[in-house]
């Protein structure tokens, strides 16, 4: 039994109780138990299959194919418009959670099958992402700058995108891409290392804030 596992149970500050019931069920429906990124992870035969954590509106139960699962009353939330495979309940409350406890242990069998099928979310092909306006008119006066963000993969590309296009006014979007600029240049993507002293960090932006007391 992993420690880390039992002390982010006993030591959750908000929604303990959901947190316990939402963990019974995982295990019920027979996934293992394992703990990564900082948080409990059920797996089916070594591969991820949900998580378990908890925020300050609601807890969840997350699955890494949500968007494979029948889902026929519209219980499942995306966690962003760009997410293309996840997919999480979301619960406020311990008698919620008990009144769906069929549906969710229907959502983890299916999503053991969809697993034991070998199934993969289609991803939209990043050439299929549109080019927001304002790279268009950056790339159109600046040929180094077209030349250079085509030269990276085209997740990185799809990444880009999706970062500039989020924001709605036009100022904002220019300086995304402003703030962009180096990283793009030096071959980097949105969330690549740029300083060689955090490659296990989920991001970088150069101030090593995650580094401090380490």
């Known amino acids: 039994m992993d420690e880390r596992i039992e002390a982010f149970y006993a030591n959750a500050k908000l929604w303990r109780p959901e947190l316990a019931r939402l963990r019974s ?3 019920e429906a027979g996934l293992d138990e394992a703990f990564k990124w900082r948080g409990p992870c059920y797996l089916w035969e070594g591969r991820n299959v949900a998580m378990i954590g ?3 509106a609601h807890c969840v139960l997350g699955f890494f194919k949500g968007a494979l699962l029948v889902d026929p009353h519209r219980l499942l939330a995306k966690q962003g418009p760009n997410t293309e495979s996840s997919r999480s309940f979301q619960f406020t409350s311990l008698d919620q959670i008990n009144r769906h406890a069929p549906d969710v ?3 983890i069998r299916q999503a053991i099958q969809i697993e034991r099928d070998g199934l993969t979310v289609p ?3 990043p050439e299929a992402t549109s080019v927001p306006e304002a ?3 950056r790339f159109a006066n600046d040929p180094d ?6 030269a990276l993969t085209p997740g990185r590309r799809k990444a880009y995108f999706q970062h500039v296009a989020a924001a709605k006014q036009p100022a904002t979007q220019d300086r995304r891409i402003d703030q962009a600029l180096p990283r793009i240049f030096d071959g ?5 290392c740029i300083c060689g002293l955090s490659k ?7 101030s090593h804030r995650a580094l401090k007391g380490t």
């Open 105 to 107: 242990l229907d959502f």
């Open 145 to 150: 700058l077209k030349a250079a963000f085509y």
């Open 135 to 137: 790279f268009e008119r």
């Open 188 to 192: 980097k993507g949105l969330h690549d």
């Open 54 to 56: 908890g925020f300050k």
């Open 25 to 27: 069920l995982a295990l």
């Open 123 to 125: 991803t939209t092909p």
């Open 200 to 206: 296990r960090m989920p991001a970088c932006d150069g």
